[in-house]
């Protein structure tokens, strides 16, 4: 699996933005998908998560504010980013992993990513 990511760019807090990550290769069906984002400085951490099933988990710190979704016949994956505040700042990486229903949050856990998308979000 291939993962491209885009739809990154530079808001105003408050602003909404959507980010999507396309893969190549089959089976997407049967895959988890996940954000995750490394501020300036800081080590990446996780933002959503989707899984095969279509449950869906989120950070304490987007909860409320962002969106996870996928669509299978299209082979993507969407974050919707509401209510973004400048913490938003960071480089966004989608990943994805073969089935999985647990550890949705543990970047260990995946095994494809995508290049990474710049979000900046001033104040």
């Known amino acids: 699996v291939q993962l491209q990511a885009s739809g990154g760019g530079s808001v105003q807090a408050g602003d909404s933005l959507r980010l999507s990550c396309a893969a190549s290769?089959?089976?997407?069906?049967?895959?988890?998908l996940a954000w995750f984002r490394q501020p300036p400085g800081k080590e990446r951490e996780f933002v959503a998560a989707?899984?095969?099933?279509?449950?869906?988990y989120y950070a304490d710190s987007v909860k409320g504010r962002f969106t996870i979704s996928r669509d299978n016949a299209k082979s993507t994956v969407y974050l919707q980013m509401n209510s973004t505040k400048p913490l938003d700042t960071a480089v966004y990486y989608c990943?994805?992993?073969?089935?999985?229903?647990?550890?949705?949050?543990?970047?260990?856990?995946?095994?494809?990513w995508g290049q990474g998308t710049q979000v900046t979000v001033s104040s």
């Open positions: 990943a994805a992993r073969f089935l999985g229903l647990n550890n949705n949050d543990d970047d260990r856990r995946y095994d494809y």
């Open positions: 290769g089959s089976s997407f069906p049967s895959y988890s």
């Open positions: 989707v899984t095969w099933a279509f449950s869906t």
